[in-house]
Nanobody
């Protein structure tokens, strides 16, 4: 079975940086779109950044210029480099990916999330 596991979250002061990682494992033939979402208490889950297999990226306006998404297709990894962090970035960050196991075709998967807290 396919699993996505996030890591790298934690507590950081405003202006600081964190790098989140997401590792996909299991029966994987191909991974298409990958992305990062976040959800703060009382708010809707929102797309932070996404990247296609070919490396085309998309960012929420609130993080443009501060966050960078990247992927390593050979290692089934996606990263989110977060710089100049603000308190409003505080949320649980979730990894998302469309994964084909070679039999069923692409399916959407979610990680369990990693907490990012930006506070002084």
């Amino acid at each position: 079975q396919v699993q996505l596991v996030e890591s790298g979250g934690g507590l950081v002061q405003p202006g600081g940086s964190l790098r989140l990682s997401c590792a996909a494992s299991g029966s994987i033939f191909n991974i298409g779109h990958m992305g990062w979402y976040r959800q703060a208490p009382g708010k809707q889950r929102e797309l932070v950044a996404s990247v296609t297999y070919g490396g085309n990226t998309n960012y929420a306006d609130s993080v443009k210029g501060r966050f960078t998404i990247s992927r390593d297709n050979a290692k089934n990894l996606v990263y989110l480099q977060m710089n100049s962090l603000k308190p409003e970035d505080t949320a649980v960050y979730y990894c998302n990916a469309f994964i084909d196991n070679g039999v069923l075709g692409p399916r959407e998967y979610w990680g369990r999330g990693t907490q990012v807290t930006v506070s002084s």
